[in-house]
């Protein structure tokens, strides 16, 4: 079955760094355009980052452009948000998702993982 497990969450300090991963499983992950969303406490899901089936497209919502950069590895089945400059703004749980239609970008999605926390606190 599907699978998508985060990894790379933590508590940092306003103006570092993270790195997040998702390690997909159970599907042909190069056929499918995937995306990071994110979930601040008492909010809903907020599109942050998507990028097409080669990585080569990729789009940000504009709080995070500048300081995020997605990318994947498809020879390792595995989506990447690199993190940069964060704010306490960015602090949420983060989730990647993939694409529910084959080979295009509708930003609707069909599977999430279970979430990863980002905490940006001095």
């Known amino acids: 079955q599907v699978q998508l497990v985060e990894s790379g969450g933590g508590l940092v300090q306003p103006g570092g760094s993270l790195r997040l991963s998702c390690a997909a499983s159970?599907?042909?992950?190069?056929?499918?355009?995937m995306y990071w969303v994110r979930q601040a406490p008492g909010k809903g899901l907020e599109w942050v980052s998507g990028i097409d089936l080669d990585g080569i497209g990729t789009h940000y919502q504009d709080s995070v452009k500048g300081r995020f950069t997605i990318s994947r590895d498809n020879t390792k089945n595995t989506l990447y948000l690199q993190m940069n400059n964060l704010k306490s703004e960015d602090t949420a749980t983060y989730y990647c998702i993939r694409d529910r239609t084959i080979a295009t970008m509708t930003y609707t999605y069909d599977y999430r993982g279970q979430g990863t926390q980002v905490t940006v606190s001095s």
């Open positions: 159970g599907f042909t992950f190069d056929n499918y355009c």
